[in-house]
């Protein structure tokens, strides 16, 4: 019977002819378990660069402050500018580029703004404080890179509270561990000096009225309400209520409530569905908050227009959903009626009368698809531009009253009225007129790296090429004579491992270069270790 293991033994050196145990490859200890062949550690090593080029994909080499205004993705540091205890106290906000939140404060707490309009860069200005100097532009006074420090900020950078980490109206502080969900980015008409909302991050809940954390209060709140019949269809007045208290009607097919929901039974996903009255993510390309359209109350009239969606209403100033009970009730039934006229259809042979049906129903339900069809209904805008005749928002219904949202879709801008009239009111607003370039700077590792760069770009293989190629002749041959030295000192202490198949543990490392050292000390205690790996041996059957 063979001993058991001593605690920290290292390996065992047991002929197959004296045991029945594991093999020597499967003998090592704990400690052995850990080790890794040269060919392991560069494979892992690369995959760690994979996974640093993933998450930072970008070069962060130079300063966009250079450039000028930019739509760019900006970072808050509230290391440098803490925000206040008091949101009302005054405190000084500022936003840095991505390549300065890497190389200027990649040790600091940030807050990933993502995408602002029209910025220059912070980093290096009395927004500031000088311990945190921008290290990637040029110091004009010492005519070296580094140290900018004290310069003034741009004046026309406008600030919103998320540079203080807050967000939405609820003005909450985001914390991306705890949030749930999906928020939205304002397309920012206005900013927080005209009433608008800046660029802000929204809740759905909060968009509709209901708050941020809407769905888990009514989750705890919520009874369900019993039929009031065993029928297949509900009765109309059944059909009212549900529509006035915002409640979908039920999807057997997909097993949804109408909210986007699961039904009861089913397990809930990690993030919450979207509020009743907030459309799809599919149907809609961005949004305009409430507080934009309250300081440009002229966008109110594309309600429903081509090109945008029904408003949504901010519930606690919407108006009185039973004003619009009747025709909420007609446009359920007729569905509902419209539904079992397709699926009579379907049961009969004949599929002839089934298909226009179909294809009138797709037409009146989606205004774009009837307007696309004929291109001559569609005015040139810059037919309608020349003459204020022609302008588009008089063929639209009056402006909703209240405070709501705009969901707009892809080709929205196609169907802004620039007639004299109303094209002053789009000029302020770039955005209303064409689609924005955001800045991005160069990928990390692409092919247009300028020849022996070596920040952010490829490898450390390949940095470690490049690098030498940069080297002068002298350094290169001493550095190669090292080279040589060194190998010579480790090969025979790596051969007699190789030779054996023993692991090489951290202390057997340690040991030698302490040897190679002189280090008397080290020296000792590696002989002592040597003397208990022999005593072990002893007491494993030597």
């Known amino acids: 019977m063979d001993p058991p293991p001593l605690p920290n033994s290292t390996f065992s050196e047991l002929p197959d002819s004296q045991t029945s145990g594991p093999s020597r490859s499967q003998s090592f200890s704990q400690t052995s378990d850990d080790s890794h062949t040269a060919a392991e550690f560069i494979d892992s090593q690369l995959k760690l660069e994979a996974d640093a080029r993933e998450a930072l994909p970008f070069k962060f080499e130079t300063c966009t402050k250079e450039i000028g205004p930019l739509r760019q993705v900006l970072f808050s540091c509230l290391t440098c500018n803490p925000p206040p205890a008091d949101p009302s106290d005054p405190s000084k906000s500022a936003g840095v580029c991505y390549s300065c939140s890497i190389q200027c ?32 532009r040029l110091n004009p006074a010492t005519n070296t890179k580094g140290g900018v420090h004290s310069e003034q900020p741009v004046a026309d950078n406008k600030y919103n509270q998320n540079f203080k980490n807050r967000f939405c109206g609820c003005e909450c502080d985001y914390d991306a561990y705890k949030e749930k969900g999906t928020m939205f980015q304002c397309l920012g008409l206005g900013t927080v000096e005209t009433g608008g909302c ?34 297949l269809l509900q009765t109309i007045t059944e059909v009212a209520e549900n529509v006035v208290d915002g409640e ?32 799809d993510e599919d149907d809609f390309e961005g949004f305009i908050c409430y507080k934009c359209i309250d300081a440009h109350p002229w966008i109110k009239k594309y309600a429903g227009a081509p090109g945008f969606l029904a408003p949504v209403f901010r519930r606690s100033a919407a108006p009185s959903p039973e004003t619009g009970l009747l025709g909420k009730t007609e446009d359920v039934v007729s569905t509902l009626i419209l ?8 049961d009969e042979e004949g599929s002839e009368s089934s298909g226009p049906s179909k294809r009138v129903k797709d037409e009146s339900a989606d205004p774009l698809a009837s307007t696309a069809a004929d291109p001559a209904s569609v005015p040139v805008p810059e037919v309608a531009a020349k003459s204020g005749e022609d302008c588009k928002t008089k063929a639209l219904p009056p402006a909703p009253t209240g405070q709501m949202s705009l969901f707009f879709k892809p080709d929205f801008r196609d169907h802004l009225c620039r007639c004299s009239d ?22 990390s590792g692409s092919d247009d790296d300028a020849e022996g760069s070596t920040v952010g770009s490829g490898s450390l293989y390949d940095r470690g090429e490049s690098a030498l190629k940069n080297v002068d002749r002298v350094r290169a041959i001493e ?3 090292a080279y ?22 951290a202390e057997d490392i340690k040991a030698h270069f302490a040897k190679m050292r002189g280090d008397e000390q080290a020296i000792r205690e590696a002989g002592e270790g040597a003397k208990n790996a022999d005593n072990r041996k002893e007491q494993s059957g030597y």
Request: proline letters at 11%; one cysteine or more.
């Open 105 to 136: 404060h990649g040790e600091h707490t940030l807050v990933e703004l993502f995408n602002k309009r029209n910025f220059v860069c912070d980093c290096g200005t009395t927004r500031l404080p000088t311990t945190s100097p921008c290290t990637l």
């Open 198 to 231: 800046g660029e802000d991050w929204w809740h759905p809940g909060c968009v509709v009225g209901l708050g941020p954390n809407w769905y888990e209060s009514a989750s705890q709140t919520a009874t369900p309400r019993k039929p009031k019949t065993d029928g």
């Open 339 to 346: 539904n079992a006229k397709k699926r009579k259809a379907d």
């Open 484 to 505: 040589n030295h060194l190998k010579d000192k480790l090969k025979p202490f790596f051969q007699q491992f190789a030779e054996s198949g023993k692991a090489i543990s």
């Open 248 to 279: 979908g009607m039920p999807d057997a097919q997909n097993g949804s409530n109408g909210l986007g929901g699961a039904v009861a039974g089913e397990p809930e996903d990690e993030d919450p569905p979207l509020p009743p009255g907030f459309p």
């Open 422 to 443: 109303c094209f002053p009111l789009l000029k302020p607003h770039s955005q209303l007129l064409e689609e924005e370039t955001i800045y991005e700077p160069s990928m």
């Open 479 to 481: 550095g190669v004579m």
